[in-house]
């Protein structure tokens, strides 16, 4: 249950105190000067302006919930009237034939003038500094004074001197989260104040270096926090581990039309099947929006919803029930998925790192719990799940998308993405420098136009090792067999951080992986890796086999199924696995089916099979082959 006296994190990517120094760029002197001109200790904002947006600028582009600048200064009515209509392609979220696609529309963002307080203070700012609206939104120094003075009127709100000790301003951190729950402005305030304790250092993405002393003793007053005045918010019926703001937001389980239900299935996980994968998803939608969609039963549905602003968890669906999310129903039967605010296709809205902590640590909750591995071949993107026939693979969604930053967030995790073995491994994870990887990207706010340049995650595929080689194709995408392109959510030739790859050949500064049934070639120069070698298990098709299909889903042979129950197609995928070709295996488990086609579920069942199944990265999407067809061995 969630309460004020939230665990502080347990995992920190920080250095350790004794690497730590102050930082000599001219944002870190703008943070001293706001910091002495409001009397506010430098800890504190440093600390405060990192949990918002880890001190960088994102050239003045506003976030997901409309805040701008090192302190997240949020002015949404701003933000709402200048932002273009992003969108995801839809599918049956559900994943099922046995069942008609749903295809809703865009949720709409709310009205300005409906905006709560949270989205207002930039305003705030203004009256507080004298400072113009606009100056606060463009300008790094304003914007850092702006925070400053939103913090030093907190805490004389709360009738607390303006003292340089740091312990003295939980209550005014808590109040700057805007959130409108105690147990949410604790986590958001225990956050900055774990920063702080641990200290940080990083480059900035306008190249400023900023540093914060780690004050590993520093001990905070949280008691404060009762007189903010805040709602209290029950964690009843949540699964949250108590490091998280967690409330209980159900999705309906309701009947509906004709012989039509929605928006989730009864289920008895983990007896019933074992949850293998956490599908991270992006919303596409404003919070309030996506929490209306999630209430509505005849839409689909996901088991958490996280905000921007504060990392805020909601939860609709029991994990032992069966979420429709994921587009493909074999990975929705096994998996829970995770939504968060924010727009795959707008590189500057970005995801916060409130938000970006706080879901690390349901997922690492919910990994231990469920014996889930932490590693990409089971913490998925929603563009990491496979279409389950050729029909569907050119509707399947493509978020979180390449500004999605999966190094940073393994390493709130506490599984960072390093070497395991050397320059000659048989096998690769993909490990670019988000800040400094910069690919080209079209179509973020229309078609065939130049997306602003942004750090991301994704290396790009070519045929050859040359830039200017053409990228890879994905017949499955493009029948006609024409190359893929630079689109933000065209999948067929891009490769994502933590995603491990067979090696296929090594030229120069370039190195080959056997990807979508072909060599692909990216560039990994010696200088600035974009790529480490791993120890991994791969397969190959057993010899004497020519080629081995591909499955989107393991499903049971015919012989498993009960005569009650319908046979279930073995659909293979246009892609093969042929000879000579090698993949990495993630896991191994029987073809699996949950049988769940009506509201009443006395006749729901799953059906197990003997014929066993390897997952492999087969792609950008993993893929599934049957074990019959492959041989496998360690990776050198």
Not at 482 to 489: F, I, K, L, M, R
Not at 583 to 593: I, K, T
Request: proline letters at 7%.
């Amino acid at each position: 249950m969630a309460s004020a006296a939230l665990l502080l994190p347990l995992v920190s990517a920080a250095p350790s105190a004794t690497a730590e120094q102050p930082g000599s760029g001219s944002l870190q002197r703008e943070f001293a000067a706001a910091a002495a001109q409001y009397r506010v200790p430098g800890s504190v904002l440093l600390g405060v302006s990192y949990l918002q947006s880890r001190w960088d600028t994102h050239s003045g582009a506003p976030s997901v919930t409309g805040g701008y600048g090192p302190m997240h200064l949020t002015d949404a009515r701003t933000a709402l009237a200048e932002a273009p209509h992003h969108s995801d392609a839809t599918e049956d979220a559900r994943g099922d034939s046995s069942r008609a696609a749903k295809r809703p529309g865009a949720a709409a963002l709310p009205r300005a003038s409906a905006l709560p307080a949270r989205l207002r203070t930039l305003d705030r700012a203004a009256e507080l500094t004298g400072l113009p609206a606009e100056k606060l939104r463009d300008s790094p120094a304003a914007n850092v004074r702006g925070g400053a003075a939103l913090l030093a009127a907190a805490q004389r709100e709360l009738g607390r001197p303006l003292s340089n000790d740091p312990a003295a301003w939980y209550g005014a951190v808590a109040r700057f989260s805007g959130a409108d729950d105690s147990a949410t402005a604790a986590m958001y305030a225990n956050d900055v104040y774990a920063v702080i304790r641990a200290g940080e250092r990083r480059t900035t993405d306008t190249g400023q270096q900023v540093a914060l002393p780690a004050a590993p003793r520093l001990s905070p007053d949280t008691s404060p926090l009762s007189r903010l005045g805040l709602r209290k918010v029950s964690a009843a019926n949540t699964e949250c581990p108590r490091t998280v703001a967690c409330e209980w937001i159900p999705a309906p389980y309701a009947e509906f039309g004709e012989d039509d239900y929605g928006n989730h299935d009864k289920a008895d996980r983990p007896v019933s099947q074992a949850i293998d994968y956490i599908v991270i998803h992006d919303t596409e939608a404003s919070w309030a929006g996506t929490i209306t969609m999630i209430q509505d039963p005849a839409y689909v549905s996901w088991n958490y919803t996280l905000r921007s602003s504060d990392g805020h968890v909601a939860q609709h669906v029991a994990a032992k029930d069966v979420a429709w999310h994921a587009g493909n129903w074999y990975v929705n039967s096994k998996s829970v998925g995770l939504e968060h605010e924010g727009f795959l296709a707008a590189p500057d809205a970005w995801f916060t790192e409130a938000m970006y902590r706080s879901s690390a640590r349901l997922v690492r909750y919910l990994a231990r719990k469920h014996d889930v591995p932490l590693d990409r071949q089971h913490i998925l993107g929603h563009d990491n799940v496979p279409g389950t026939t050729t029909a569907l693979i050119p509707d399947m969604h493509t978020d979180p998308g390449p500004y999605w930053d999966w190094a940073h967030y393994f390493e709130l995790l506490g599984r960072p993405f390093g070497g395991s073995t050397g320059a000659t491994a048989e096998a690769v994870t993909i490990r670019p420098d988000y800040a400094a990887n910069k690919p080209s990207y079209t179509g973020c706010v229309k078609a065939g136009e130049a997306c602003a340049p942004h750090g991301s995650g994704a290396v790009r595929l070519h045929t050859a090792p040359d830039e200017k080689a053409p990228l890879v194709e994905d017949i499955g995408l493009r029948p006609d067999g024409a190359d893929s392109t630079t689109g933000v959510n065209d999948l067929g030739a891009r490769a994502s951080t933590g995603q491990q790859y067979a090696v296929a050949g090594r030229r120069g500064d370039w190195t080959a992986i056997w990807y979508l049934g072909q060599r692909a070639w990216f560039h990994n120069p010696r200088t600035q890796p974009t790529a480490v070698g791993a120890r991994a298990t791969l397969l190959t098709p057993k010899a004497g086999l020519a080629e081995v299909p591909v499955y989107g889903r393991a499903y049971p042979e015919a012989s498993a199924y009960p005569t009650d129950v319908p046979v279930q197609t073995v659909s293979a995928l246009p892609y093969k696995l042929l000879a000579g070709q090698r993949y990495v295996v993630g896991d191994v488990a029987p073809g699996e089916y949950y049988y769940s086609p009506v509201f009443d579920t006395a006749g729901h069942r799953v059906v197990r099979g003997k014929e066993m199944y390897y997952e492999i990265q087969y792609g950008h999407r993993v893929a599934y082959v049957k074990a019959s067809d492959v041989e496998v061995r360690p990776g050198r």
